[in-house]
């Protein structure tokens, strides 16, 4: 049961794109969890805006095939979803660039108000194309729903750009209407409970936190996974590529989370000012230094879980000579005092072994090893800490015991927290945490501008090296941990990645 005193004040959403896939499968299933579990206030409403013809009964509809399929809990109650269902109060068909549909909409919810008899916030969540984000919010300010910077706000998906100068562009159109405190750009990772808990784990605990900097930590892993191949993203998946799609938000944030100074407290600015200054102290990397500290892949043919899948280059919408990436590695570079020397290793894929996000705070070994080689019957494993993201959520701290018996053996252990198993509750879906503080007005999750900015201009080299020459795709097959370079990008450094073997095995190097 939600504490009244963090729910929401009366909150008109309106979802622009309401009949896309997005609102389908994750905005309707968050919200109606949040629904089910009392978060939402009595005074509460929700107007879907697309240019798909569906009258509102037809919306109803739709949303309800979304929640029975995606929702964690399952298909719906037939009594609760008609109590939800009055809270669907319209659906507009429209061009998303006429004025008086604007104008229509204002007098819509100014009608909430009246009947509320409160003043109620507005919040504009854009589920739309990229390419309609200026025209929604140019239109948003012309109609004068803009202009309290209190009360309204809006909520923008990623891709946020295509690189520095176009994600500086479209910040410039979205600050021309709305004030930078109105503005919530969404990156749905934020949402994920092991990546809000690592804050807490650092924080919170003394036993971490005077460790967790360059003279205990050797480096730090970031891996995100996943084994499903572009699915029905082809076209979207052919002008993004794995470095925008997934480094430069996903990775970037929860690297942040990993690397920043302690916060003051746990305001929404306070803590983006810290995140920012880990981004700003990355050592920029130089076009000629990119060969040596990015790698990229693109699948091929392969085998997963017993199943042939193709490559890349047969999948749907994708050109038969594509040059985009699906794999991406990265090291980086810290230049402050906490980091200075501690590599950072990012690496993303897909169609990868296993579907799995992690991080990996791997220790540096042992100044002394008093132990005979008699007493180690496997490789010497340093300490390190892992942070499951998914598809477990939960850490595990892996040490050395002895093993029971007359001799001294030493043996890898595993000291493991499953959410799951810890508090015996489903932990909530990533967009129900960050819509709840959407509505809520709490910024926390959310990336600012220059945030945005300053991830863009550490990956723009990247980007335009890649550009410039052939990958030589494909160089991985489907169902492997990436193309052979990534694990030379750790081997100069006399390092390997640490790889899962599954979501409920220790994980070994390679």
Known sequence: MAEPTLRPGPVVLVIFGAGGDLSWRKLIPAIYNLFLDKWLPDEFAIIGVDRREMNLEEFHDHLL?????????????????????????????ADLSDPAMFNALKGMLADFDKVWDRRANYVFYLAIPPTLVPTVSEQLG????????????????????????SAQELNAKLRSVFDESQIYRIDHYLGKETVQNILVLRFANALFEPIWDRRYVDNVQITVAEQIGVEHRGRYYEHAGALRDMVQNHLMQILCYIAME?????????????????????????????????????YGPGHIDGKDVIAYRQEPDVAPNSNTETFAALRLCINNWRWRGV???????KRMAEAISTVSIQFQTVP????????????????????EIQPDEGFCLHLHAKRPGLRILLESVDMRLTYKEAFNIEPPMAYETLLLDALRGDASLFMRADQVEEAWSIVDPILE???????GFPNYPAGSWGPEAADSLLRVDGRSWILPVSPREDAVER
């Open 142 to 165: 012309a109609a004068g729903l803009a202009r309290e910077r209190d009360r309204e706000r809006i909520v923008v998906e990623k891709p946020f750009g295509r690189d520095l100068k």
């Open 65 to 93: 095939d979304g929640v029975n399929r995606f929702s964690r809990r399952g298909k719906a109650d037939p009594t609760t979803w008609s109590d939800f269902t009055s809270h669907l109060a319209a659906y507009i068909s």
């Open 368 to 387: 002394h090893q008093a132990f005979p080689a008699s007493a180690l019957e496997q490789p010497w494993q340093p300490n390190r800490l892992t942070l």
């Open 465 to 471: 090296v890649w550009q410039s020459f052939p990958g």
């Open 262 to 298: 302690p916060p003051v407290s746990l305001d929404a600015d306070e803590v983006r000012n810290k995140k920012l200054d880990v981004l700003r102290a990355i050592r920029p990397i130089r076009k000629e230094d990119v060969l040596n500290c990015a790698v990229r892949g693109q």
């Open 343 to 349: 590599p950072f290793y990012l690496r993303t894929g």
